[in-house]
């Protein structure tokens, strides 16, 4: 597969959206793990939807990964404090 070919699958598979809040380096990490963690949901319940994972491993592996957001969250510290105005 040609490089330009890997480079459409991946964007394809793990689709990223622009980040509009503010720019600080600890809510664009946040945001990254945000997405990862909605692009993982997806696929998780789609293999749910399809009979190839069982409700309730679907729940624990979701569970999962909301308590690694969850800390990833508070390690980052992000919004905790209000935005400062400019």
């Given at each position: 597969m040609e490089q330009s070919d890997q480079g459409k699958k991946e964007r394809f598979?793990?689709?990223?959206?622009?980040?509009?809040?503010?720019?600080?380096?600890?809510?664009?990490?946040?945001?990254?793990?945000?997405?990862?963690?909605?692009?993982?949901?997806?696929?998780?319940?789609?293999?749910?939807?399809?009979?190839?994972?069982?409700?309730?491993?679907?729940?624990?592996?979701?569970?999962?990964?909301?308590?690694?957001?969850?800390?990833?969250?508070?390690?980052?510290?992000?919004?905790?404090?209000?935005?400062?105005?400019?």
């Amino acid at each position: 597969m040609e490089q330009s070919d890997q480079g459409k699958k991946e964007r394809f598979l793990y689709p990223r959206a622009n980040y509009y809040g503010q720019v600080k380096p600890e809510n664009l990490v946040f945001n990254a793990n945000l997405q990862e963690f909605a692009q993982k949901v997806g696929y998780i319940t789609a293999l749910e939807t399809s009979g190839k994972l069982s409700p309730l491993d679907a729940y624990k592996q979701i569970k999962k990964l909301w308590k690694q957001l969850k800390s990833s969250k508070k390690k980052l510290d992000v919004g905790e404090q209000p935005p400062t105005q400019s």
